[in-house]
């Protein structure tokens, strides 16, 4: 089984909290990407997806030119490491019910993100375990 640093993707696309929700959804539309790091300088802080612009940005009232990527981003954001084997981060990614992780050092500086997609494209490992979790309706969904 590969690890991470193998099938991660490492030309990686990210905001810092201060820009605007706008430019990190233009920032998404260019790239084609549903998600985007918020990091300050190389270090990771954050994660912003396209549905956290959407939800709860738009749709909570913030103006996309004026309010910033600190105001809608999740703050707690797994990780994992370019070592980690991904047959591993393929079950993490399962339990937390999440479709991309953040790859970090052991300084917390970003060095990549794996997706479902890159795991399920770059590995031979099978994923329907994986995405039979990330899609089941989380406990707060159901609450």
């Not at 905001?15 to 985007?36: E, I, K």
């Not at 790091?37 to 270090?43: K, L, Y």
């Not at 738009?58 to 309010?67: F, H, I, M, S, W």
Request: charged residues 25%.
């Amino acid at each position: 089984m590969p690890n991470v640093s193998e099938i991660m993707t490492s030309d990686v696309q990210v905001v810092t909290p201060d820009d605007t929700l706008r430019a990190a959804a233009q920032l998404m539309q260019d790239w084609d990407v549903g998600a985007l790091p918020v990091c300050d300088g190389d270090t990771l802080i954050g994660i912003i997806t396209d549905r956290d612009i959407a939800v709860r940005g738009v749709a909570g009232g913030l103006d996309p030119d004026k309010d910033h990527v600190s105001d809608v981003m999740s703050k707690d954001v797994e990780v994992c490491a370019a070592d980690d084997d991904a047959q591993a981060v393929m079950r993490q990614m399962g339990e937390l019910q999440v479709r991309r992780l953040p790859v970090v050092g052991s300084d917390g500086r970003l060095t990549g993100i794996v997706s479902l997609a890159d795991l399920a494209t770059r590995q031979s490992g099978h994923i329907d375990q994986a995405v039979r979790e990330i899609s089941e309706p989380s406990a707060v969904a159901n609450s």
